[in-house]
């Protein structure tokens, strides 16, 4: 057969199903792209709940849809935000259920030094609008302090500067912990030393430093960036332990230098702000303690001219004491007759009492006292037989009203009651199941009556071709099989036979029409 006459060209070309021809474009793009570095300004960015983030990364003309997965973040470099300028490194895939291709980045930089000095200062806004670089929240350093502790790299010559002028200064217990001071693992090992060294328990086993010192050398903006990530900035304004930040050279600033609560312009002059200079202290110590001697030497010499003059003004002890004593000497003459004289009061009153308290009188109280009792106890038992008698009446009527033959008909009354109570409930279900039957039952007629059912009750019949309603004999002569429902059942027809290319019909062939 000659291919121009074929009826349906391009029929050779093999079929792909969608899933086939999306999973062919995603290894296609894998494979001619792989990994690839895209520089482009960080558009929305987004947090998914399951930990995955989502951003875009557009220029004037176009928008890349990037993601990254949970388990890459730690070593992303850093968190996109919004208008940053980025360079982003990761493998390009595409995802076929939604048509789209996208970036898996696995990297990020901020694309030049102006682009990470306007990130700084957006950072710096932000942080200064929570107002975490009031003055107010800065914390007085210690003037003493007994435990030092120091967040820095120990390969470098930071922490030994820092010991020397400890040493020359005023030696203190150091405790450090060492940190990553630049690349992608300086701002969360700097940010966890900090916290680390604030949950310290204070006089434990490893007390919790008075002072830290968060130091490293000069270095480019680069270098230094890690003191710059917003991590860094909230763990040292949460500091509960006041903080020197000594963060490069004195031109050098980063974001920890506004919260800390005192900048040093380099890791040496934060050891110096940490503690006085001790020979000075002594000297001073010393000078305080020879004003002190001399000034009470001068306190004492003044107050004993005060205590002199003073004695002078007053009179003598033999002046103050004469007239007291001639007071006591005629006390001491009237206290003999003053005695006497009481005795002799005290004697005539006992004789006078001790007359009223013969043993006759006595007597006569015992007997009176008796005979009262003997008519108090015979008006007792009579008094007791009358409360017994009330008391039993009482009961008596109490127990009366508790008797079991009235119990009994007040529990049969209850159940009558209850019974009724039933019977009513009973029938008020049955007449609302028989109101409920009747709506459906009704419902179920208008159903049937709205129904086309009912129509071909009546004589109709409803023909469908290939499985839908037919309306037209152009519907039912294009039909290959026909099913005709009536109201007792459905038939169906055969199958059509296929058109034969004859001029005439044969006789003997019968329509379906």
């Known amino acids: 057969m000659d291919l121009l006459d074929d009826p349906t060209p391009g029929s050779n070309t093999p079929e792909f199903t969608v899933s086939e021809i999306a999973g062919s474009v995603k290894k296609l793009v894998e494979s001619e792209l792989g990994w690839v570095r895209i520089k482009g300004e960080v558009g929305r960015v987004v947090q998914a709940r399951s930990g995955h983030l989502y951003f875009d990364l557009k220029d004037d003309r176009s928008v890349l849809s990037c993601m990254t997965w949970k388990g890459q973040i730690p070593q992303l470099g850093l968190i996109p935000e919004e208008g940053t300028e980025v360079v982003a490194e990761g493998k390009m895939t595409a995802s076929g259920f939604q048509s789209k291709f996208a970036l898996n980045a696995q990297r990020l930089a901020i694309a030049g030094e102006g682009a990470l000095m306007a990130l700084l200062e957006k950072r710096k806004k932000a942080l200064a609008a929570e ?15 007994e435990i030092i502790g120091v967040v820095t790299s120990l390969q470098g010559v930071v922490i030994r500067d820092i010991m020397h002028r400890l040493r020359d200064r005023f030696p203190r217990k150091v405790l450090v912990w ?21 949950a310290m328990t204070p006089g434990g086993a490893m007390p919790r430093p008075d002072l830290l010192i968060v130091a490293r050398g000069g270095g480019s903006v680069e270098d230094l960036w890690g003191f710059n990530e917003e991590i860094v900035a909230r763990a040292a304004a949460a500091s509960e332990i006041p903080l020197i930040s000594a963060v490069g050279h004195e031109t050098d600033t980063t974001l920890i230098d506004f919260v800390s609560d005192k900048r040093a312009p380099t890791p040496t002059a ?11 202290l002594v000297a001073w110590v010393e000078g305080q303690a020879a004003r002190m001697s001399q000034l009470v030497s001068q306190g004492i010499t003044t107050r004993g001219q005060r205590l002199r003059d003073m ?73 007791l037989d009358r409360s017994v008698a009330t008391r039993r009446d009482r009961f008596e009527t109490r127990a009366r009203a508790f008797r079991p033959e009235a119990l009994v008909q007040d529990q049969q009354r209850k159940a009558q009651d209850f019974g009724r109570l039933v019977t009513r409930l009973s029938d008020n279900g049955t007449r609302r199941i028989n109101t409920l039957r009747d709506r459906i039952t009704a419902l179920d007629r208008l159903r049937e009556t709205l129904s086309y059912k009912g129509t071909l009750a009546r004589g109709y019949a409803v023909v469908r071709g290939d499985g839908a309603v037919v309306t037209s004999t152009k519907a039912a002569k294009a039909a290959q099989t026909l099913e005709i429902e009536f109201a007792d059942a459905r038939m169906t027809l055969g199958a059509k036979p296929a058109a034969k290319k004859t001029k005439t019909k044969p006789e003997d062939q019968g329509t379906l029409f």
Do not use: M, W
């Not at 001071?181 to 969360?188: D, F, I, W």
């Not at 934060?270 to 000075?280: G, K, T």
């Not at 009492?353 to 008796?370: C, F, H, I, K, M």
């Open 270 to 280: 934060a050891a110096e702000l940490a503690v006085p200079v001790r020979h000075e």
């Open 131 to 145: 107002g975490l670089f009031d003055e107010a929240l800065k914390k007085p350093l210690p003037y003493l302090p």
């Open 178 to 198: 060492p940190v990553a001071v630049q690349g992608q693992a300086c701002a969360p090992e700097v940010a966890r030393a900090i916290a680390g060294f604030n």
């Open 311 to 383: 004695a002078r003004a007053l009179p003598r002890a033999d002046a103050l004491l004469d007239t007291p004593r001639q007071r006591l000497d005629r006390a001491s003459e009237q206290l003999g007759p003053a005695l006497i004289s009481g005795v002799q009061r005290r004697r005539v009153r006992l004789a006078d009492v001790s007359g009223g308290l013969r043993a006759a009188t006595l007597q006569r109280r015992v007997e009176n006292d008796r005979r009262r009792l003997h008519e108090l106890s015979a008006r007792l038992g009579p008094a």
